[in-house]
């Protein structure tokens, strides 16, 4: 009499069952096979260190135990993408992300995937050809998003570390910390000190610091320059590196900033200085409100007269010492022409009368005192510098 079959008792046996067992048989060749190809086709591959090469071997090995527990589940939903994860990359997940990018990942995927399938005819069973490569394309798709999100995970709590690490060299920097412990901090990060440095502060865009340093970090690879961020408060501090143009690099990175003023400090030759730059930013950024319609971004120099009003001193001793002082030491009467020129509303020939002078030597000398301070007193805004700078000079003539 033929053996009844029950429903139950087919149901209970795991499709591809005969292919399930021909697969444990050469779990081991395959995994080994894999590897082989990989030391073939792939030139990085055959580069790695034995132990880096050892790790993937292990993946791999573990690769082919899930794709057993997940055929013997017939790829259902309780074989989770994050259970094919965790078991698949368990092996060596941090070592695999260190060493290995997620595109060599992809290659690797791709190059066990190619030998499984070429094994097809050997690995299945008789009439479980088609199905057995349905089932292997399914599973590859799972193992790259798994392995996309065993990365993803890496780069983000990479990205948290290095948003802190940042944030303390911002800090240190801003507090003029020693050259020391900003060079340590930097070499955390793999900066390269590309010169000339130069720092930028502006107001934060809001929302998470993270996504506010990565579209800051995406500026600068266009510009081509370093650089390293930190949020404080609502402001965004920016050190740029390899700057040739600071101002100019700044407005290509200006995207990343909140609405309101950005201001660039002076370029320094190393980032060990970079803490004088520092300074002049965030002292312009918060004696820009004077300047209404000062351009984005502005130099912090340019900001000295609103800066010194704000009682920035440094501001003070550059207008004391480079306009007042050297207009005092070039003499020929410039000091003079400069006090009667305001004096009678900036009218040349007011300036000449008073003076008794030809009205062309009033124009040589204030074409002197351009020449001499870089502030011309025929420009407006020149002018507002060269009244501070004379009040500043007379205030304190010791200085």
């Known amino acids: 009499m033929a053996q009844k079959v029950t429903p139950g ?20 060749a395959l995994a080994t096979a894999s590897v082989s190809r990989m030391d073939e086709t792939l030139p990085w591959f055959r580069a790695l260190p034995a132990d880096q090469r050892s790790w993937v071997m292990l993946v791999a090995q573990a690769g082919v ?19 094919i994860s965790d078991e698949v990359f368990a092996a060596a997940p941090r070592a695999l992300a260190r060493s290995i990018t997620l595109t060599q990942t992809v290659q690797l995927i791709k190059v066990t995937i190619d030998v499984a399938e070429s094994q097809v005819r050997v690995l299945a069973a008789a009439g479980e050809e088609e199905a057995l490569t349905t089932a292997i394309l399914k599973f590859s798709r799972e193992i790259a998003f798994s392995a996309a999100r065993v990365y993803a995970r890496a780069a983000e709590s990479r990205g948290t570390w290095d948003a802190r690490l940042q944030a303390l060299l911002v800090d240190a920097l801003l507090r003029g910390d020693s050259p020391d412990v900003l060079a340590s901090r930097a070499a955390a990060l793999g900066w390269a000190d590309a010169p000339p440095v130069a720092v930028v502060v502006g107001r934060s865009p809001g929302g998470d610091i993270t996504a506010v340093l990565h579209t800051v970090y995406r500026a600068a690879r266009r510009a081509r320059i370093e650089v390293i961020g930190g949020v404080h408060g609502d402001r965004l501090v920016v050190v740029m590196g390899g700057a040739l143009d600071p101002l100019a690099t700044a407005e290509q990175l200006a995207v990343s900033f909140g609405d309101g003023p950005i201001v660039v400090g002076p370029a320094v030759p190393s980032l060990d200085q970079a803490t004088e730059s520092a300074r002049a930013a965030l002292a312009g950024f918060r004696a820009a409100p004077a300047w209404p319609g000062a351009p984005v971004p502005v130099a912090a120099d340019a900001l000295l007269p609103e800066r010194a009003l704000a009682g920035d001193l440094e501001a ?20 003079e022409t400069l006090d009667a020129f305001f004096s009678t509303g900036a009218v040349l020939e007011s300036a000449a009368r008073e003076l008794y002078v030809h009205p062309n030597t009033v124009r040589y000398r204030l074409k002197r005192i351009a020449e001499v301070t870089g502030l011309s007193p025929l420009d407006g805004r020149d002018a507002f510098a060269l009244r501070m700078a004379l009040a500043i000079g007379r205030l304190d003539p010791a200085g």
């Open 65 to 83: 135990r899930s794709l057993v527990e997940w055929l013997r589940s017939g790829g259902a939903a309780a074989s989770s993408p994050q259970e």
């Open 316 to 335: 003070r001793r550059a207008l004391r010492h480079d306009a007042y002082g050297a207009v005092l030491r070039a003499g020929g009467g410039l000091l």
């Open 9 to 28: 008792a087919a149901a209970d046996k795991p499709p591809l069952a005969a292919t399930l067992r021909r697969i444990e048989q050469r779990a081991g």
